[in-house]
């Protein structure tokens, strides 16, 4: 059974960071994409960033370009997001899912392409 537990979220100061946390488990750690989304109240969710194992490509939407960064440790089973200089309208419940492995960069990232989701993290940016 796939699982997926992120950690990290929290309640900072706009301009502070966080680091994100997706421990995952239920599959090889060899062939995947890893995405992180964001919901916030009101809103669709989002794809903000995407890691994927087939050519280690990333995406990330422009909203966070040169903000954030993903990255993975396989030793760990872990994909992680690096979130620096943090704005008041990041803030959302973050989750991150998982499906097979592509292209990442050049197809894209889509929610509803990805199967198994983790239960979120609240990360909360204050003004």
């Known amino acids: 059974e796939v699982q997926l537990v992120e950690s990290g979220g929290g309640l900072v100061q706009a301009g502070g960071s966080l680091r994100l946390s997706c421990a995952a488990s239920g599959f090889t750690f060899d062939d995947y994409a890893i995405g992180w989304f964001r919901q916030a109240p009101g809103k669709e969710r989002e794809a903000v960033s995407c890691?994927?194992?087939?050519?280690?490509?990333?995406y990330y939407a422009d909203s966070v370009k040169g903000r954030f960064t993903i990255s993975s440790d396989n030793a760990k089973n872990t994909v992680y997001l690096q979130m620096n200089s943090l704005k008041p309208g990041d803030t959302a419940v973050y989750y991150c899912?998982?499906?097979?492995?592509?292209?990442?960069?050049?197809?894209?990232?889509?929610?509803?392409?990805?199967?198994?989701w983790g239960q979120g993290t609240q990360v909360t940016v204050s003004s």
């Open positions: 899912a998982v499906r097979d492995a592509y292209p990442v960069r050049r197809v894209g990232v889509r929610p509803a392409d990805f199967g198994s």
């Open positions: 890691i994927s194992s087939s050519d280690g490509s990333t």
